[in-house]
């Protein structure tokens, strides 16, 4: 009976123990993430199935505190939509430069670059930072032709002197007539989006 009892102890010891060990996986896609991330790349996805085969055209707006937004796009792409468009940035080797993609299906897609302004420690102004992040819009309003849909802001950090530091906080979505309350703050961004023609 003693001998019976110490095995079973044993076997409970021995699968708890089992139990509790760490084992490797093999890493999926979405365990990349993080990484691309951090290295400067993000994507945003968005279904357009309802309006395949509609002709649409690239629009790239910029915002500076104090003055008129303007379009920066350079010239806009004309395409047909298909099932989902996605807008995306990749890492520059250039601090002052930001690259962007839209891509409509594999063989069309447009490219280009923003141009950055620094950010800077009104104390120490010989410091400067270059400084981005993206938010994408709120896709709640109707779609109309001829009409700008703004689906990805891709703004600059502030200097807040409450905390003594750079931040880019707040709204996780934006709302579509630039109303949220991160927008306040943000002294340098863009808009990327489409017109249906």
Not at 62 to 69: I, L, S, T
Not at 169 to 191: E, R, W
């Amino acid at each position: 009976m003693k001998q019976t009892l110490i095995t079973i102890l044993l076997a409970l010891i021995t699968l708890t123990a089992h139990a509790q060990r760490i084992k490797v996986n093999e890493p999926s896609i979405s365990d990349y993430l993080p990484l691309l991330e951090a290295q400067g790349f993000k994507a945003y996805s968005f279904d357009t199935k309802k309006l395949k085969g509609a002709t649409a055209q690239t629009v790239v707006m910029e915002y500076v505190k104090g003055q008129e937004p303007r379009e920066v796009s350079g010239f806009s792409m004309s395409v047909d939509l298909d099932e989902k468009v996605v807008i995306g940035f990749v890492p520059s080797d250039n601090d002052s430069l930001a690259r962007y993609v839209f891509k409509f299906r594999e063989d069309r897609s447009f490219s280009s670059r923003l141009y950055l302004r620094p950010i800077c420690d009104p104390q120490h102004p010989e410091e400067k930072w270059y400084m981005y992040n993206s938010r994408p819009f709120e896709l709640t309003a109707p779609i109309e032709k001829g009409k700008f849909i703004p689906l990805v802001l891709y703004g600059s950090y502030w200097f807040d002197s409450d905390c003594n530091a750079c931040r880019f906080c707040g709204d996780n979505f934006i709302k579509p007539d630039l109303t949220s309350d991160i927008v306040k703050y943000i002294p340098h961004f863009f808009v990327l989006g489409i017109k249906i023609l």
